[in-house]
């Protein structure tokens, strides 16, 4: 889904695709609490899909400051539609829908179980086989992901089914997002390629949203406001225009695993400012993934 002039099709990492790859993993951490505050104040599609909208104008914008075109040869429009389809608007509707019915660590969790169906497709899709350290590296992620649940008391309870269910459809389909990038890149400059696959992907979450549910804006705290800014210009912005250029720099298998660390912020971002569980099972699971996204970027 993006740039690529320079689809890589070599093995070796690209310190720079780690660099926006710990970007992306700061930005999207802390977005699990910064979302699960916001339902609080407002409805989940509105909040989703205006953000989203915004963040893609401003993207626009950006784009064009640079002296980037936004035009979009008539080849690309379907490769574009499937990315945003995938990687925004079924992420972006799933997990907030998630987070109405689970905990942000616990749909944090589910959500990044994605390396696993990102490996899988990566295979037959992209001839990527598993290495030695990368399967390690993903084991280890797991336990990882393992203890935090342990810590938390995870319960896959009848209440939780539905945000389970969501949860887990996020993953997939960002999965198969992800490969399908390597698979068929976008080819436009980074910003382009994310303004219009953010725009697309959130303009209809949108429209549904604004048609359907009711916001108050007058309730809305300042710092809601605060955080509607943040999950505007550094979700969409900064972390989205980073994992699209990771992705263009990292093998796929490798970027997914990657991400693992995205879920281990989370928990723990959650554990301070909604005062969601943090314990040994929690720390733990810190080292662990860590560890194993340390492994995969030697792999």
Sequence with gaps: MLDSTRRDARSRIAPAGLMFLAITSVGWGFNWPVTK??????????????????????LAALALVRGDSLKVAAAIWPRLLVAGLLNVTGWMVLMGLALLWLPASEAALIAYTMPVWASMLAWPVLGERPTLLRTISLVMAFAGLAAIMGGNGFTATTAKLPGILMALGGAIGFALGTVLAKKLPIKLPPITAAAWQIGIGCLPVAIVGLAIETTHLEEVTELGWFLVFYSTVIQFCVAYVSWFAALARLPASVAAIGTMAIPVIGVVASAAALHEPLGPGQIAALMLTLAAVVLATRS
């Design 37 to 58: 505050f916001l339902l609080s104040e407002l409805p989940p599609l509105t909040l989703r899909g205006v953000t989203g909208v915004l963040g893609a104008v401003l």
